[in-house]
C-alpha cells in the first residue's frame, strides 16, 4: 500500500474513533446507555436544570421566548434520535442556541440519568391531539 493510501486509512481509523467515542482501552462509549442510568435522579436534574426552558412536560416552558425555541423533548424528531445523538447534544449543547453545553456543570452519569428521564417525555407521544 502506498504511504497515502495508508495514511488515508489511519485518518479514517481515527476519525471513526473519534467520532463515534467506541470503548476502547480507556475511551468511554458516550453511544449507549450505561447500566444503572437512572430516570428518577434525571427528573431531579431534569427539574433542577432543564425545566426552566423545556417545561414540566417536556413541551416548552410556558413564557419563554428564546430563538429558536427549546425543542419539543417529546417530539419524534428528538425522540427519534440516537441515544448517543442526544447524550451529545446535551454534553455539548447547541452552538447559536440558548442550549448550553452541560459538561461543565453535569457528570456524563448525570447527563445518561436526565436523558433516561427525556426519553420518558416521549413515551406517551400520540396521546395528544
Ligand atoms: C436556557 C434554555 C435551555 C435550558 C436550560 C436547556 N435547554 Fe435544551 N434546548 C434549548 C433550546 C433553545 C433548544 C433547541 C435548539 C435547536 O433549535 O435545535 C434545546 C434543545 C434540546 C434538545 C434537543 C436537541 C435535538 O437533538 O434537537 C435536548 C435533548 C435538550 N435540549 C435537552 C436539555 C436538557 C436535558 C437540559 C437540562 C440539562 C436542557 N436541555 C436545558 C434550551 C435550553
Known sequence: MSITGSRLVLCA?????S???FSNSGVKDLTTFPKGADPVSGRE????TCIRCHGIDGKGALGIKLVPSPADLTSPVVQDRLDGTLF???HEGKPN??????KHSL???EIWDVL????T????RGEQP
Open 121 to 124: 417525555l416521549g413515551v406517551e
Open 45 to 48: 436534574i431534569y427539574v433542577n
Open 88 to 90: 451529545r447534544r446535551i
Open 13 to 17: 481509523v481515527l476519525a471513526g474513533l
Open 97 to 102: 442556541t440558548a442550549m448550553g453545553a452541560w
Open 116 to 119: 433516561a428521564y427525556v426519553r
Open 107 to 109: 457528570s456524563d452519569e
Open 19 to 21: 467520532g463515534l467515542g
